[in-house]
């Protein structure tokens, strides 16, 4: 069975600080990883999505990588802002093209001005 | 181009009552699935809809159960409602296809309160 843990829970930071914040998963089976942002009480904006065969995506000042044999993900925020405050989730698409999104809690990030 | 708009975006209900969700797909997406994400936690997935038949479902009982109509929009459906139902219930919709990216786009959500 497929587990995803996000590692931590909660972070706090000061603005403009460099951060990673990490995702973990039990079986590498999978067919895709994609980032998330959720605001409170809000849906799920997509940040990023990384395919099985990639290693990394870029957008903006989010980077994020897979290492698929390990079953780790990595989300890296360079130079943070207030507004980045939110919690990211990590998920994993497993079952193909066709499968449903397995999720970890989420790392609720706080940045400090 | 309009995301994904589910509706009602708030309700509150008693328990043992019956409520329905609704989510218009992405312009141009196929797929629908449905999400509960209680407080604190990540989404859980309850089912999938591609051409009007439900194709995957999560371990969900009976209580919930679903719709897909030809237009690709979809209704989640709660019966004998449980307190323990309270949850932000979310739609996201993709569009199939092997050579595609398989990126699911979420919606806004349905705060579900049952008291």
């Known amino acids: 069975k497929q587990e995803v843990t996000q590692i931590p829970a909660a972070l706090s930071v000061p603005e403009g600080e460099n951060l990673v914040l990490n995702c973990s998963f039990t079986?590498?089976?999978?067919?895709?990883l994609q980032w998330f942002r959720q605001d409170p009480g809000k849906g799920l904006t997509s940040l990023l999505l990384?395919?099985?065969?990639?290693r990394e995506q870029t957008s903006g000042r989010l980077n994020a990588s897979l290492d698929k044999s390990s079953g780790r993900s990595t989300l890296y925020i360079a130079a943070s802002q207030p507004g980045d405050s939110a919690t990211y989730l990590c998920?994993?698409?497993?079952?193909?093209?066709?499968?449903?999104?397995?999720f970890g809690k989420g790392t609720k990030l706080s940045v400090k001005p | 181009d309009a995301g994904v708009t589910q509706s009602p975006t708030h309700l509150i209900k008693t328990r043992g009552q019956q409520v329905t969700l609704r989510c218009s797909p992405k312009s141009g997406h196929d797929t629908v699935s449905w999400y509960q994400q209680a407080l604190g936690q990540g989404p859980q997935f309850i089912f999938q809809y591609y051409e009007e038949e439900e194709r995957q479902r999560g371990n969900f009982p009976d209580r919930f159960s679903g719709h897909q109509f030809p237009n690709y929009s979809s209704e989640l459906n709660v019966n004998a409602l449980l307190l323990g139902d309270s949850a932000l219930y979310l739609c996201?919709?993709?569009?199939?296809?092997?050579?595609?990216?398989?990126?699911?786009?979420f919606g806004e959500g349905s705060r579900l309160t049952v008291l």
């Open positions: 079986d590498s089976a999978i067919y895709n």
């Open positions: 990384i395919q099985s065969s990639q």
């Open positions: 996201a919709s993709s569009l199939e296809g092997t050579s595609l990216t398989g990126e699911l786009f």
């Open positions: 998920a994993v698409r497993t079952g193909g093209s066709q499968g449903n999104l397995i």
